[in-house]
């Protein structure tokens, strides 16, 4: 199992000294480093700046949202930030969710899987540039069907360095974890629990290129010798996400929590989201849930939990950028450099 960094995408500034963090990263060993975007900062602009500082570590977003970008557009920048990474770029890429897509890009979201496969298909024509680029799909036309009628196929004038970028996909219901594992080179869960990966064997045994498939787990990681201390910001997050980030009747993240095991447990934090605020609702997290998708408590306790995760089908365990510091992080960064 490699270790890979999640900086995230930044909140009301510029994460600080994050090109720094990138090449402590690099210099421990980390494999990856991935920026994230929701509706402020973009995920591609930090990577490029860590590309000029680093030369080894994978950059990789974490995720790029499909609806901000036509897929052209992201395979120019995808085939230009490759070039200047030097062959580095990894590009996850999600269909986010339908508050951000039609309150924040104006479009409609609508059969996204349908979108998603039609924009990888485009994407990926872009990289490998062996013919002009052409889909007649229902959610992208190239060229584009009306307008002026003057559309041709087009190659992009700047060769690709690879013919392939590796593209994953970030993931939560059934159809889309399937996906994911049928078309893409890897697979981005959220709230995974090495105990819990069963439920995901039938969409795993689809894939095809089991040796080179990438399933990148994103982990909250605080140290305290206090366990209820470490666990309080997971169960805020927790609280956030089952609550807030999703409508009441349409929240995916509940929906995977149910998937679990946790119906109960999700549906009474939400309705305690609902009442009372998410101060409330991240009181009414149970330790043991918040605890199994978590790394948290004393250093050593987590280092032993590392060895469940290492025995697990998961390739890269992602830490994210401590809420306490950058020195923080980078003390969270040795430990679990150390445990490998």
Not at 292 to 310: F, M, T, V, Y
Request: with cysteine.
């Amino acid at each position: 199992m490699k270790l890979g960094l999640h900086q995230g995408y930044w909140q009301k500034d510029p994460l600080p000294d994050f090109i720094q963090l990138a090449k402590d990263a690099e210099d421990m060993g980390f494999d990856k480093l991935f920026t994230a975007e929701a509706y402020g900062s973009d995920c591609f602009t930090p990577l490029a700046a860590i590309a000029t500082h680093t030369s080894k570590i994978q950059l990789c977003t974490g995720v790029m949202q499909i609806s901000g970008r036509t897929p052209v557009n992201a395979a120019m920048t995808a085939l230009t930030l490759d070039h200047i990474s030097n062959g580095r770029l990894n590009v996850g890429v999600g269909v986010s969710g339908p508050q951000v897509v039609e309150g924040w890009y104006g479009q409609a979201f609508n059969k996204p899987l349908e979108r998603t496969r039609e924009w990888l298909s485009i994407f990926r024509q872009v990289i490998a540039r062996e013919a002009p680029v052409e889909l007649d799909g229902n959610q992208y036309q190239l060229p584009l069907q009306g307008g002026m009628g003057l559309g041709k196929p087009l190659k992009s004038i700047t060769h690709p360095l690879r013919k392939e970028i590796p593209v994953y996909l970030g993931a939560e219901g059934p159809k889309n974890v399937e996906l994911a594992c049928t078309d893409f080179n890897g697979w981005l869960p959220i709230f995974v629990s090495p105990e819990r990966m069963d439920i995901y064997a039938d969409p795993l045994s689809k894939v095809k290129d089991k040796e080179n498939f990438e399933i990148c787990a994103m982990v909250n990681m605080n140290v305290d010798d206090n366990l209820d201390n470490a666990l309080l910001p997971v169960k805020y997050m927790l609280a956030l996400y089952l609550g807030g980030m999703g409508a009441k009747g349409k929240n995916f993240h509940k929906d995977l929590m149910g998937r679990m095991g946790w119906a109960e447990e999700a549906q009474m934090i939400q309705d305690v989201f609902y009442e009372k605020g998410q101060h409330e609702a991240a009181m009414a997290v149970p330790d043991y849930m918040a605890d199994e998708i978590s790394l948290c408590g004393p250093a050593d306790r987590i280092k032993e939990r590392l060895q469940d995760w290492k025995k697990s089908e998961v390739t890269t365990l992602m830490i994210g950028v401590s809420p306490f510091g950058n020195e923080v992080t980078r003390q969270n960064m040795q430990i679990v450099t150390d445990a490998m």
